[in-house]
């Protein structure tokens, strides 16, 4: 949770550049940590794997010792110009309402899963609420190494699913990765395996839609929070409206049409494994923002003058 820790020195001025803002929701154990891990490899961010080791985002003492993830979190990769933001979201029932706050950053989702369970009863619950916030679907079918593994059957299973589930025609319209993050590729065909998971980073930028460039006065709803022990509690969200500025004056937006005035002091984004300063966080990427007090997740940062809310965020009830 601290590895952002190292970044506080490197100051950045942040440009406009291509986003992609992707969620990956699978069920316990369906290799969804593996697979992150082969997407910081395959950009480079980690040069020495033997010395980093395996399941990078699993930092938590507890999650490598069930091996499940528990808390959400978000690490960043250049492919090709673009910015892919990656939340890594829980994949056990006992932590769904983390998942529906930080699938609120996403505008598309890779639904991993296994090539011999299929889609199991989880999933279909994650995936309705994707599917209910008009979420782009990327389906990964993970595992094709296993002995009597079955791809295509599970391909169909996903699409009567999504069928089911009300998905919309461009939703069922989705494209499908199959691979093995273990082994690291991935291939449009599981019958062709490749030498890397290009093929998954380009369908990424392919199908994934950019955040809605939407200008105006800023505004970001605080969908998750991490703590570092330099700067306390750290305020997680996606700028949905607008510019935020390290050292602006902003509204805190609470429950009960409370509205608290404060002050940025430092805006960061995610830039890898870490975490670095910027001056200005554009609309439609992921920010931490230091120097909030008393925050609660569900609370919006607003302009400091001209405060709107529910109009932007019909989903508070989410908190």
């Not at 601290?2 to 942040?14: D, E, M, P, S």
């Not at 093995?180 to 998954?200: C, H, V, Y």
């Not at 605080?222 to 996606?238: D, F, K, T």
């Not at 554009?282 to 400091?304: H, P, R, Y």
Request: proline share 3%.
């Amino acid at each position: 949770m601290y590895i952002f820790a190292a970044h506080f020195q490197r100051n950045i001025v942040l440009v406009m550049q291509e986003i992609r803002n992707i969620a990956i929701i699978a069920h316990v154990d369906h290799g969804k940590t593996t697979l992150v891990d082969r997407m910081i490899y395959q950009a480079r961010l980690v040069r020495d794997q033997e010395k980093l080791g395996e399941l990078i985002l699993d930092n938590n003492d507890l999650e490598r010792e069930r091996g499940i993830t528990i808390l959400a979190k978000n690490v960043s990769v250049i492919y090709k110009g673009v910015k892919i933001n990656i939340i890594d979201t829980p994949g056990h029932s006992d932590f769904g309402g983390e998942v529906e706050r930080v699938l609120n950053m996403a505008d598309g989702v890779l639904l991993l899963v296994d090539a011999f369970e299929g889609c199991m009863p989880q999933t279909r619950f994650v995936l309705q609420k994707a599917i209910e916030m008009g979420k782009k679907p990327i389906v990964v079918i993970n595992k094709v190494d296993k002995l009597n593994c079955r791809p295509d059957e599970v391909q169909e299973e996903v699409f009567d699913l999504m069928f089911s589930l009300n998905a919309t025609e461009d939703q069922l319209d989705f494209k499908t990765v199959y691979g093995s993050a273990k082994q690291g590729w991935m291939s449009l065909d599981w019958r062709k395996p490749s030498n890397d998971i290009t093929a998954l980073l380009d369908t990424i930028l392919e199908e994934i839609p950019a955040p809605a460039h939407n200008p105006g006065t800023p505004q970001m709803l605080i969908s998750s929070l991490e703590y570092s022990p330099y700067v306390g509690r750290i305020a997680v969200g996606r700028v949905t409206r607008g510019e935020l500025k390290a050292g602006m004056n902003i509204s805190l937006c609470k429950r009960y049409d409370i509205i608290q005035k404060q002050k940025i002091k430092e805006l960061m984004v995610f830039d890898g494994l870490g975490k670095s300063k910027v001056d200005a966080v554009q609309c439609g990427d992921i920010c931490a923002v230091v120097g909030l007090e008393g925050f609660e997740i569900g609370d919006t940062v607003a302009d400091f003058e001209n405060r709107s809310r529910s109009r932007l965020f019909p989903w508070m009830s989410l908190r």
